[in-house]
């Protein structure tokens, strides 16, 4: 497993953007799918974004294709999400999480690493 850290979280007005970091610690981090994923209150957490491990392939939620922009740095052990034109109903807790694999899933249970979470609130 690795271990993971978020950062970047923050209140902002609706059409702001905000970029999402997320620091890995650990040998493996080169070899695995990385995701974002997000839980707004009283809901439950959704998929947002994942990257392949060489970064060459990406999937987005539906509610955010074209607004948000996964990426990772393998060198620096790091996988950020870039959020522009924030919408309200992106408010939410944002977890960074490893897959145990090398490619891409929107499946939170393929996954075996999460961060703690950091909050993003959008205001109307």
């Known amino acids: 497993q690795v271990q993971l850290v978020e950062s970047g979280g923050g209140l902002v007005q609706a059409g702001d953007s905000l970029r999402l970091s997320c620091a890995a610690s650990g040998r493996t981090f080169s070899t695995k799918a990385m995701g974002w994923f997000r839980q707004a209150p009283g809901k439950e957490r959704e998929f947002v974004a994942a990257?392949?491990?060489?970064?060459?392939?990406?999937n987005y939620a539906d509610s955010v294709k074209g607004r948000f922009t996964i990426s990772r740095d393998n060198a620096k052990n790091t996988v950020n999400l870039q959020m522009n034109r924030l919408k309200p109903e992106d408010t939410a807790v944002y977890y960074c999480?490893?897959?145990?694999?090398?490619?891409?899933?929107?499946?939170?249970?393929?996954?075996?690493?999460w961060g703690q979470g950091t909050q993003v609130t959008v205001s109307s």
């Open positions: 999480a490893a897959a145990r694999g090398v490619g891409v899933t929107t499946k939170e249970y393929e996954y075996d690493s």
């Open positions: 990257i392949s491990w060489s970064g060459g392939i990406t």
